[in-house]
């Protein structure tokens, strides 16, 4: 496999971390100096329960940011990736036995213990209960830590120039592996007897963000290359395709910080101190199946998408259910929307060291 160099990348794709950065200063001043059009967008949604579970004007940037990358797919080589199950096994591994686990050892440890001075103070959720803001704060990142990401993994895997083919067999099993974990685990792991796990919220957000824009590219790559030919696929259809998931990603990141730029703003202390262990979790995560993968002798293109879903987390689900369980103003649903903060700048971070680091790994 050659390697990637920078300046084979567009000018969306080399000046990303610029692009996101615009767009995340765009969005908190859009949400300031026009709060009453980011209520409007966002009281747009799909609702379950009376909370608001699927964003639609997010679902619609989210589809556009899927749609391309789904229709570059070639089918047969995700049959083909399915015969070679290494990948998949240390995915499951690392995102269900490794990571709900060091997440709240991590988040416990800086949250509970070491900025917990900074963090006084109690709040009631959403049943009546009063709980301490540091334990609210642990709550929303151990949420964080059991949603394996199912969508945006799509554009990392894409970025880093991995395997498509396995990204999408991997997306599809954690997908199937939430519906039973996510609510064990984290009913488990938030220290009570049962946690009412939000499946239709969960259904919902697996079917917006990963089924429909699947289903999408499949059939439209397969009526285009029908019509057209495979080298008019290839060398037109994919060329004009191309910037729009950047685009649109860049478009999400508006939306997203126009909501929650608010709060964020209110909360700048309480922002840091939770960011610094959702940063830390990512990039302990990361390394633990970047050195996996390479001592097993995995490929370039397996390794970097394994690393990839490892990492990042299904915020909007870690969102629906902190708002569900606790309520849109409580402690956790603020450490999810900082995992929202975070995630693209240091997932951005960790494509260029998968890009510079391929001969690291067999060709």
């Known amino acids: 496999m050659t390697e990637v160099k920078t300046k084979n990348l567009n000018v969306f794709e080399r000046y990303l971390t610029l692009w996101v950065i615009l767009c995340i200063i765009g969005g908190i001043i859009l949400g300031k100096v026009a709060p009453g059009f980011a209520k409007s967008l966002d009281a747009m949604a799909i609702y379950v329960d009376g909370a608001p579970v699927v964003s639609i004007p997010i679902a619609i940037a989210l589809f556009f940011m899927m749609y391309p990358i789904m229709v570059k797919i070639d ?16 995915t499951l591994v690392v995102n269900w036995c490794i990571k709900p686990f060091t997440m709240f050892a991590i988040a416990w440890f800086f949250l509970g213990v070491v900025f917990r001075g900074f963090l006084p103070g109690t709040e009631i959720v959403k049943d009546g209960t009063e709980v301490e803001l540091f334990r609210s704060y642990i709550s929303g990142a151990i949420l964080l830590g059991i949603a394996p990401c199912t969508a945006m ?3 990392w895997g894409y970025l880093a120039r991995g395997n498509q083919g396995h990204t999408l067999i991997m997306v599809a099993i954690n997908s199937l592996t939430m519906l039973v974990l996510y609510g064990l685990l984290g009913g488990w792991l938030l220290g009570i007897n049962r946690m009412p796990v939000p499946w239709q919220a969960l259904l919902l957000s697996i079917s917006i963000y990963v089924a ?6 499949y059939f439209s790559r ?3 290359i029908a019509a057209k030919g495979k080298e008019w696929f290839e060398a037109k ?6 910037p729009i998931s950047i685009i649109a990603l860049l478009g999400t990141l508006v939306l997203l910080f126009s909501f929650k730029g608010e709060t964020i703003l209110n909360n700048p202390l309480t922002i840091l101190w939770i960011a610094i262990p959702l940063f830390i979790q990512t990039i302990l995560i990361f390394a633990i199946t970047y050195f996996l993968a390479k001592l097993l002798k995995f490929s370039y293109e ?3 998408p394994s690393a990839m879903i ?7 689900v870690a969102i629906a259910t902190a708002t569900m369980l606790f309520g849109l103003s409580s402690g ?8 929202v903060l975070i995630e693209v700048p240091v997932m951005l971070m960790l494509v260029k060291i998968c890009l510079r680091t391929q001969k690291w790994f067999k060709r």
Not at 75 to 90: E, H, I, N, R, T
Not at 212 to 217: E, H, S, Y
């Open 212 to 217: 429909l824009p699947l289903v999408a590219g």
């Open 153 to 155: 993994v799509l554009m």
């Open 302 to 304: 397996d390794a970097a």
């Open 237 to 242: 259809f994919l060329h004009v395709l191309t």
């Open 332 to 339: 956790a649903a603020l450490a999810t929307v900082v995992g």
């Open 310 to 316: 490892g990492a990042s987390n299904h915020f909007e």
């Open 222 to 224: 397969k009526w285009v």
């Open 75 to 90: 089918f047969a080589a995700v049959v083909k990736a399915g015969k070679s199950p290494k990948p998949v096994l240390l």
